[in-house]
């Protein structure tokens, strides 16, 4: 069995690309972004996502990225998975919900890189 190792882990995101409250999935194609840079090389195959959904969004598609001088995300894909909309729980009145994404193909991440 693969040993399972958490490389990040941030309790509140601070979006690079992105307004803090932006209502995203409302009909329009929003695209966020959050930098890291792996501590370990391997694969990436899952991460975890805290949202709140309300309304009626449409899917949501998760990819990772290598990125420019800038910060910004460039080249294709290393990973992607597509969410639908219908399999995020409603936010309860709390708050968030928890929703684990699992990458159908992992990405390959080599340490020190972003």
């Given at each position: 069995?693969?040993?399972?190792?958490?490389?990040?882990?941030?309790?509140?995101?601070?979006?690079?690309?992105?307004?803090?409250?932006?209502?995203?999935?409302?009909?329009?194609?929003?695209?966020?972004?959050?930098?890291?840079?792996?501590?370990?090389?391997?694969?990436?195959?899952?991460?975890?996502l805290a949202l709140t959904k309300s309304g009626a969004p449409g899917d949501l598609q998760i990819a990772i990225h290598a990125v420019d001088?800038?910060?910004?995300?460039?080249?294709?894909?290393?990973?992607?998975?597509?969410?639908?909309?219908?399999?995020?729980?409603?936010?309860?009145?709390?708050?968030?919900?928890?929703?684990?994404?699992?990458?159908s193909s992992p990405a390959s991440l080599t340490s020190g890189t972003?």
């Amino acid at each position: 069995m693969p040993t399972l190792t958490n490389d990040q882990y941030q309790l509140s995101a601070k979006l690079a690309y992105a307004q803090p409250g932006l209502d995203i999935g409302q009909g329009s194609d929003y695209r966020v972004s959050q930098g890291f840079t792996p501590s370990v090389t391997g694969t990436l195959d899952s991460l975890v996502l805290a949202l709140t959904k309300s309304g009626a969004p449409g899917d949501l598609q998760i990819a990772i990225h290598a990125v420019d001088g800038l910060g910004k995300p460039t080249g294709s894909a290393l990973a992607t998975q597509v969410i639908s909309a219908a399999s995020v729980p409603a936010s309860p009145s709390t708050g968030q919900v928890r929703l684990d994404v699992v990458f159908s193909s992992p990405a390959s991440l080599t340490s020190g890189t972003t």
